[in-house]
């Protein structure tokens, strides 16, 4: 059995880091979201929790507009789309036809 030394783990742990958004993203990393499955790390999971609740208090309605691009054709958030375009409407005062 071969063991692990500590650069491999550090060397896997960095290339983990790097499949993940930024700490400092925004609502735009949501366009380079990996496809729903299973195989999807959950800092992605985290990342979009996190700007899910940045977006409810979002003021900017051109912000809103690049999640509502970014996530419309992801099914697995189209609760989130659903919020954000209802977000949008109200902040920009547009009434369902």
Known sequence: MRSITKNEGETSERRLEELCPPETSDEDAL???PPGDPSILPCWG?????TSRSLVTETD???LAR????TAE???RSG???SAVETR???VALTSS
């Open 61 to 63: 309605p051109d912000a």
């Open 46 to 50: 985290s990342f979009v929790g996190r």
């Open 67 to 70: 999640a509502i691009l970014a």
């Open 80 to 82: 989130l789309t659903a």
């Open 74 to 76: 992801r099914t697995h």
């Open 31 to 33: 366009d380079v979201e």
């Open 89 to 91: 409407r109200k902040r």
